[in-house]
């Protein structure tokens, strides 16, 4: 039997048994095939570390039980041990060969009576505490922060996090090949040793997919995609969680100029466009919708670093942890003019259910239970009390609260009641009674109480001058929100009730119809696909190309100096002897060779396929694939966006791309077989998104490789 001794680098002391008359004998030492990975041990202080097992002649102490207990609470995992043999005496126990991931240890130690049982002076020990990603860490995509050849745990990538398994190190010696890939996390956790996070990431382009591995979360920052010249992006962050970012959207408005600020200054004080405001108020609201954060008032400090804001640029705003909501109650968010939440109240109805609607659907009209809508008015009254604010519930909007569910929330506009003295409140209303907005028409130096125009032959009036500056800040309101004036232009009779109006006070003006125009959002269809268990997305395309465009490109073999150059459709269709040609230069010629050798046929097969990969074939006009539920800036849900795209009729649940052929050849080049496929994309129900009227919204497709005719030749 082997000697089970090893002089370890620590140093040894002589057993203090020395002089024991007997000692025990070895009946089995082997190596154990056990997964490595489960044999990560640390010390119970019970036992020491000896050359060989403690109870036989020789034996030395490689370390102390106090040096082996001080090994088990180091905050270092290069102290982790493992166990790689096992040795059984003749007085049945077993003791266990173990090495530290450092290699400055390594000893036997005693492990008690059982075999594979870490008992005695040693227990298994998890080196590492998976945990889950945060909401951020799963939609966000990373770079490295610094590239080179550290080995500092956070500048290139490991096979497992650095120590926490025994002989395994790193993924890539240098990671500065790759300092303009990004990267997308997948698992997370924390070095038991350390408490440290580290993260596993894999490379969104394949090509840079050597440098997956673990790396420590701080070794990290965020990748940010190219930021529009009209486009600004917020990202909306946690500040009790070192401003980890909760959501981030790019805000996007036609015409902006890269550089420009979005706000106006004017005496050192900085503001935003009351259109702009809601606008962007509401598209935090639908970035943040169920995520648990909510920003639905912007500070003063908040809408100034916004004005300061240029586009072309981002800028960071603090959100704060929504409050629950009751499962039998619905939260009523009741907004100033310009979509900030002024008061907000919870109304419950006892027994309700969390999911169902606050009212029901009668004749495809949504409507409230009256003692419920008089119940909800009488408790947004009292809530509004001395608030300088005042909403009396419009059809529209008892409609909106009949459709929001318990447990969710619903944002209604108020009207001010604070006017001032040398302005006319003009409060706007759609068609059917909706509120939209209003705006204030003010006059310097004009009189409380006093009418607007003027009186004349039986006749009020307004001048033209205020009848375009009324009619300019109308429209500011209405393309804010959906609607527009008919004929740009204000009617007699409008004139006469604006004439009529006092400084100081209000008058309302209705019958203003929806800009369809400008109320759609662009659907922009995504795909999904797989790596390394990682779900990711990519925009697609839309072609009117029913074939794959890319030109398939091979020596003619008449006269190998020249190319023919044909399309996918001229192939299937055999158009100008396109198929017969190519199957030509395919097969091999009477000394056994071919025009195309095997890697010049992959290459044609991957252009191929990069041709149409992410492409999809619609023969709709664009305006099918734009949806709207209401005005401009109001946010519609996911569940909407779906029941269009699978309504029936809609051909949108399903698209395909243009069909392409995958060509092979049997190992003699006598065979040329042409498979004809196109991938078939599915819309995706379980991520349906949120998004706001007239604003683009991404959807999803899930995608299939369909295979259909195959020919041979």
């Known amino acids: 039997m082997a000697a089970l001794g090893f002089v370890a680098v620590a140093g040894t002391y002589t057993a203090t048994n020395a002089s024991a008359k007997t000692y025990a004998k070895v009946t089995s030492n082997r190596k154990m095939s056990t997964d ?102 799963k939609n966000s995509t990373y770079k490295f922060a610094n590239t080179g050849v550290a080995n500092d745990g956070k500048t290139v990538t490991y096979v497992q996090p650095a120590w926490t398994q025994y002989k395994v190190g790193r993924a890539i010696i240098d990671s500065s090949p790759y300092a303009n890939a990004t990267f997308k996390i997948d698992q997370v956790g924390t070095r038991t040793r350390e408490g440290d996070q580290w993260v596993h990431i894999i490379a969104t382009d394949n090509s840079n997919s050597q440098a997956n591995g673990w790396i420590l979360f701080s070794g990290l920052t965020q990748a940010q995609t190219p930021i529009a010249d009209y486009a600004i992006r917020i990202n909306l962050v946690d500040p009790s969680n070192n401003n980890a970012v909760v959501k981030s959207f790019d805000w996007q408005k036609s015409g902006a100029t890269k550089g420009t600020p979005l706000g106006n200054q004017n005496n050192n004080n900085w503001s935003i466009n009351s259109n702009d405001q809601r606008s962007i108020q509401s598209s935090i609201r639908n970035a943040l919708n169920g995520t648990g954060f909510n920003l639905d008032t912007l500070t003063s400090s908040q809408l100034t670093a916004l004005a300061q804001t240029k586009f072309g640029d981002s800028i960071n705003l603090n959100v704060n942890k929504a409050t629950n909501i009751a499962d039998n109650a619905v939260r009523i968010n009741i907004m100033d003019g310009n979509g900030n939440v002024v008061k907000s109240l919870d109304w419950n109805r006892n027994g309700a259910t969390k999911g169902n609607n606050v009212g029901s659907q009668i004749n495809g009209n949504w409507t409230l239970n009256n003692n419920d809508q008089q119940s909800i008015q009488n408790q947004i009254n009292n809530t509004l009390s001395n608030s300088g604010y005042y909403l009396n519930l419009s059809n529209d909007q008892a409609a909106q609260i009949a459709q929001a569910t318990f447990g969710g929330s619903v944002y209604l506009y108020a009207n001010s009641n604070v006017i001032a003295s040398q302005a006319l409140r003009i409060n706007l209303y759609s068609q059917s009674g909706r509120y939209i907005g209003y705006t204030d028409f003010t006059r310097s130096g004009a009189t409380n109480g006093t009418n607007v125009g003027n009186y004349s032959n039986g006749t009020w009036n307004i001048s033209d001058a205020d009848a375009n500056t009324i009619l300019n800040q109308i429209n500011n309101v209405l393309s804010a929100n959906g609607y527009q004036t008919v004929g740009n232009t204000l009617t007699a009779a409008q004139r006469a009730q604006i004439a009529q109006g006092v400084f100081g006070g209000s008058i309302s003006l209705t019958g203003y119809n929806s800009q369809t125009q400008n109320n759609y959002s662009t659907i922009v269809p995504n795909t999904s696909y797989t790596t390394n268990g990682n779900t990711l997305y990519k925009a697609m395309q839309q072609t009117t190309d029913s074939y794959a465009n890319g030109p398939i490109i091979f020596p003619n ?71 709207t539920t209401g005005p401009q800036g109001t946010p519609f849900s996911g569940s909407q966006l779906t029941n269009y795209i699978t309504a029936t009729g809609s051909d949108l649940a399903t698209l395909n791309s243009p069909v392409y052929p995958v060509i092979t050849r049997d190992p003699d080049a006598t065979k040329i077989t042409i498979e004809w496929h196109h991938f078939k994309y599915d819309y995706d129900q379980t991520n349906p998104q949120n998004g706001t009227n007239g604003y683009p919204v991404n959807a999803y497709w899930t995608n299939t490789d369909v295979k259909g005719e195959t020919n041979t030749y």
């Open 36 to 137: 490595p990975t489960t044999r990560n041990i640390t010390f119970n202080g019970s036992n020491a570390l000896y050359t060989k097992a403690g109870t036989l002649r020789g034996a030395r102490i490689v370390a102390r039980k106090g040096t082996l207990s001080a090994l088990a609470n180091s905050k270092s995992s290069s102290d982790n041990f493992r166990v790689y043999r096992i040795a059984t005496t003749n007085r049945k126990s077993v003791y266990y060969k173990i090495v530290s991931f450092d290699r400055q240890y390594r000893g036997w130690i005693y492990g008690g009576k059982t075999q594979g049982a870490f008992n005695g002076g040693i227990q298994q020990f998890a080196t590492f505490q998976s945990s889950n990603l945060t909401d951020a860490q």
């Open 557 to 627: 073999v008449q006269d190998p100096t020249q190319n023919f150059n044909v399309s996918a459709q001229a192939v299937y269709e055999n158009t100008n002897n396109a198929r017969t040609n190519l199957v030509a230069s395919l097969k091999a010629s009477k000394d056994g060779t071919s025009l195309i050798s095997n890697a010049q046929l992959a290459v044609m097969n991957s252009k191929i396929l990069n041709s149409v990969k992410d492409n999809y074939y619609y023969k709709k006009p664009n305006t099918s694939l734009s949806f």
